[in-house]
């Protein structure tokens, strides 16, 4: 299936297979293979839906598979045995400009028409008959969505694998080709033959041996015929000649006006174009933008909060009926609730911010408004070297990066889609939200007031916004150099969003989220889980206890878990090794315990609060909000004697919070959707550069004037 952007391609493709699809990478890229099966007759069709586009001279990654594809050149894909070019009615006349390169490929062709009601809504009638004949294949008229014209398109399908059309245009050819052509077949008739055209031409071309074999028995028509091929060979017009842009055009504009009947005069303004007057207006698209925008954001941050506690509960019950069982066995307990299950939960928490992410995109996608918001936000964007569809990525990672890094597939080229999925990460994810909240509640707002608290909320996620766009315009001149495509964008009528179409989007892409993401996300947990535990003995765990209860007889069994928790954790591996990098962590003034924070917080950043629990010995189920935790935090030392830290040691911690790639399930995105592991280790490493590099600015700051 190949055809324009926005021609109704993913309609047609769903209402033909259904769920029955099946969505990957094509191997080494990062392009969707977007396949699904459907049964014809009795026998099943693999029906493979390609990257739109507009021609067969590709630019960017999306369409160079995609030409690959059409053409057989894949590695990964024989080449196809039917082509189905998907047009839209309102747009023939563009769409027949990749169709008569189509037909160049000598490939077979079947046509679906779609959107014709949207003709019938401005009094004209598309004369399939007559279009079928002017493009020499079979046309179907359909409506996706509808489900109209589907079976007869499937009929279509079935009747062209078993007897293939091979459209035959003209325009192709040189005017000599054309001349001998007429001629001979001209000759022909005299001879009382009636051979078509096409049949002739392919006889001077050398295509068709059996017709050079025909006129052997015939003296003076052979002597044309090599008179004819002789002169074609020495001017080299053999060979097809491309034809010109302008050419296929013309072409392309005399079919419409044939096939396409108005039944009345002149073009009065479309509904489409009344309402681009305001929302594509300079000021007044740019209030609505921000207000729609401002409402998707909302939505995206607050819907899924009541879905991500749920699943959070869940999971945490799951926990509890599995402590009983395996109550003899500590380790395995550990890794089944905190591990696995803390793996599975952590991944699963993401789904509902896809899910409605995806689900708004789709809506937008559909209603045609998504190009308008790329149209308004493009100058506001590209002195940096990205365009103006990155604004959704970048939006919606302000609520989670894995849904925005998700989102950057609607960038039209690789330099952009990478470009932007490299700076994602920075916008201040919620996952931020309570580390800012527990650090500014114990240190800044009992210091400065509630107003400079809000400040500080506020700066924190513009910080990461105001350092994506100059890592942006770095990354476009340095690490992804290239030229930057021009910024080609259609804007499709509006329409009403085919509610089909938006929910297998967001199924698919909470599927492919689950299946490949959702994997490296529960690994690297049981990894981490692995390095916070062991090593651990029950023996270990008895002396320690006991020297705990000796040293403070007044604790309570809870009191002493909890210390025990914290001994056991400063004692394993993660422990340890928070305590090894220390020395690189003092210019920034953390010490082993915020170090050892920091890095356990990698499978996701909030994990961070319930670790300085641990560490600090008040409880591993604290949240932001309490008050133990601030009070320990507030009352630490360092061996000294002096204050651990201080409202420029927590500035310093949430600025390395702000900047830092510290979430495995981001980095887990970013390999899935660049089908590599270089470029989440490029993030991790640029990223916990500039996050180390501020925080040791803002420690020697304070140092300096503190």
């Not at 629990?613 to 009070?631: C, M, P, Q, Y």
Request: with cysteine; hydrophobic share 50%; glycine share 8%.
């Amino acid at each position: 299936m190949v055809g324009n952007p926005n021609t109704g391609k993913s309609s047609v493709f769903n209402a033909l297979t259904g769920s029955a699809q099946r969505v990957a990478n094509y191997p080494g890229v990062t392009v969707e293979r977007v396949s699904g099966k459907l049964a014809v007759e009795g026998a099943k069709v693999e029906l493979l839906d390609v990257p739109g586009l507009y021609s067969l001279e590709a630019l960017s990654e999306d369409e160079r598979v995609a030409v690959d594809v059409i053409r057989g050149a894949s590695q990964t894909e024989r080449r196809p045995d039917l082509l189905l070019c998907v047009m839209d009615a309102p747009g023939l006349e563009r769409n027949l400009y990749l169709f008569t390169e189509l037909a160049d490929l000598d490939a077979p062709l079947l046509v679906a028409v779609t959107k014709t009601d949207q003709l019938e809504a401005e009094d004209k009638r598309l004369d399939v008959a007559r279009l079928s004949s002017l493009l020499d294949v079979d046309v179907v008229p359909v409506v996706g969505f509808r489900g109209r014209g589907i079976e007869e398109l499937k009929s279509a399908i079935s009747r062209n694998l078993e007897r293939p059309r091979i459209p035959d245009l003209e325009i192709e050819f040189s005017p000599l080709v054309e001349f001998k052509v007429a001629l001979l077949k001209e000759r022909l008739a005299r001879a009382g033959f009636d051979v078509p055209k096409a049949n002739v031409r392919r006889g001077l071309l050398g295509e068709d041996p059996e017709f050079a074999r025909s006129v052997e028995d015939f003296p003076e028509i052979k002597e044309a015929f090599d008179e004819a091929v002789g002169e074609i060979q020495k001017s080299q017009a053999a060979q097809r000649q491309d034809a010109t842009p302008e050419e296929r055009y013309q072409w392309a504009e005399m079919v419409t006006r044939a096939a396409i009947e108005r039944d009345r005069d002149g073009r009065p303004k479309s509904t489409s174009d009344k309402i681009d007057s305001w929302l594509t207006h300079r000021v007044f698209g740019l209030l609505f933008f921000v207000a729609l925008m401002y409402l998707v954001f909302q939505s995206i941050y607050t819907l899924a909060q009541p879905l991500m506690a749920g699943i959070e509960w869940a999971f945490g019950k799951l926990g509890e009926w599995t402590t009983a069982p395996l109550s003899g066995a500590p380790w395995l307990q550990s890794l089944v609730s905190d591990g696995l299950l803390g793996g599975v939960g952590t991944m699963l928490m993401f789904l509902p911010q896809i899910c409605i992410l995806f689900l708004f995109i789709g809506i937008l996608e559909g209603t045609g408004y998504l190009a308008r918001a790329a149209f308004l936000m493009d100058r506001l964007l590209g002195w940096c070297g990205l365009n103006g569809r990155a604004f959704i990525p970048l939006l919606s990672s302000f609520a989670c990066a894995v849904p925005g890094i998700m989102a950057a597939r609607v960038m039209p080229d690789r330099k952009s889609r990478l470009a932007t999925i490299l700076v994602a990460p920075l916008m201040s994810c919620s996952a931020r939200l309570p580390v800012y909240v527990l650090l500014i509640g114990t240190f800044i707002e009992p210091q400065f007031g509630a107003g400079w608290a809000g400040f500080a909320l506020f700066a924190m996620h513009v910080l990461g916004l105001i350092v994506a766009v100059p890592v942006a315009w770095v990354l476009n001149r340095g690490v992804l150099r290239g030229s930057r495509l021009p910024f080609l964008l259609e804007l499709p009528p509006y329409e009403w969003p085919k509610a089909r179409d938006v929910w297998l989007g967001v199924y698919f892409r909470g599927k492919v989220f689950v299946k490949t993401a959702g994997t490296i996300i529960v690994a690297l947990s049981i990894v981490i889980w692995s390095l916070a535990y062991f090593p651990r003995s029950p023996e270990l765990e008895d002396q320690l206890r006991a020297q705990i209860s000796q040293a403070d007889p007044s604790l309570d069994a809870a009191g002493v878990e909890a210390k025990l928790s914290g001994e056991l954790l400063a004692r394993s591996y993660l422990g340890q090794f928070g305590k090894a990098i220390e020395p690189a962590f003092l210019p920034a003034g953390f010490d082993w315990r915020l170090s050892t924070a920091i890095i356990s917080a990698f499978p996701a950043r909030e994990v961070m609060v319930s670790t300085l629990g641990i560490i600090f010995n008040v409880s591993s189920d604290v949240d932001e909000t309490s008050t133990d935790l601030r009070s320990v935090l507030r009352s630490a030392k360092w061996p000294d004697g002096r204050p651990l830290a201080n409202p420029w040691t927590a500035v310093g911690l949430m600025v390395f919070f702000a900047l830092c790639a510290q979430c495995m399930s981001t980095l887990a995105t970013i390999r899935r959707e660049t089908n590599s592991w270089g470029w989440p280790v490029f993030v991790f490493v640029y990223m916990s550069g500039l996050a180390y590099l501020g925080a040791v600015v803002v420690h020697q700051l304070s140092l300096a004037f503190g």
